[in-house]
């Protein structure tokens, strides 16, 4: 398997754009996380799915986020509009089953997409 | 709610032990995870431990009290390679959402 694919790799974009960033989960995988990483606040998780249904969105910023995942091999984080602030690497992961067995793989994180906003 | 506690830097030689140690504060506790993150690139998990005692994976161990709410990495033989930062992290609401220290940056020298 290729792993959780996440594209672009890097975006820069202006203040006020709209950004849509991208995620493959591993093929299988029923669960699929958005995380964002900064310096300053580390690894903060925004929100996740499970079997395609969003579970917690309790990290999402701002109405500004919004995440969808439309079938079991796409997600997407959209930024509308985006400010200087969102500029983060923002990661996706998935992970293959619940519960304690899931202690025995921990989650598969994708390269991330490393998002700059001028 | 969840604290995590990890120390933000530290230094080792090439060949030598080092511990990183993470302390924690959870309402429910479902398990602990160690992720090594090179710069630059995404976490890739390391271990896990629920029950308490050391669990040793080659050159690296972890180890876990759950009634002090702590637990170390360990690692051995240290390479210029292991230079990385090490999160610590825990369940949240269950087995499912992992919440994620601020992590230790190692730097091993020669």
């Known amino acids: 398997d290729a792993g959780v694919i996440q594209s672009p790799r890097h975006e820069v974009t202006e203040m006020g754009q709209e950004v849509t960033l991208r995620c493959k989960p591993i093929s299988g995988h029923d669960y699929l996380f958005w995380y964002r990483q900064t310096m300053m606040r580390g690894l903060e998780l925004l929100i996740y799915f499970n079997n395609n249904v969003p579970i917690d969105d309790s990290g999402m910023p701002e109405d500004r986020f919004s995440a969808k995942m439309p079938n079991a091999s796409f997600s997407t984080l959209k930024i509308q509009p985006s400010e200087p602030r969102d500029s983060a690497v923002y990661f996706c992961?998935?992970?293959?089953?619940?519960?304690?067995?899931?202690?025995?793989?921990?989650?598969?994180f994708g390269s991330g997409t490393r998002l700059t906003v001028v | 709610g969840q604290n995590i506690d990890q120390p933000t830097e530290m230094t080792a030689t090439e060949g030598a032990i080092v511990q990183i140690n993470c302390t924690y504060q959870?309402?429910?506790?479902?398990?602990l995870f160690w992720y090594q993150q090179h710069a630059g690139e995404a976490p890739t998990f390391l271990s896990y431990?629920?029950?308490?005692g050391l669990e040793e994976k080659g050159r690296f161990s972890s180890f876990l009290s759950r009634s002090k709410g702590y637990s170390y990495l360990l690692l051995k033989e240290l390479q210029m390679k292991d230079s990385a930062s090490y999160l610590c992290a825990l369940p949240s609401g269950g087995y499912n959402k992992l919440i994620f220290g601020a992590g230790t940056r190692l730097a091993v020298h020669p």
């Open positions: 431990n629920v029950l308490d």
């Open positions: 992961a998935s992970s293959l089953v619940s519960g304690r067995e899931q202690g025995n793989y921990g989650y598969t």
């Open positions: 959870t309402s429910g506790f479902n398990g």
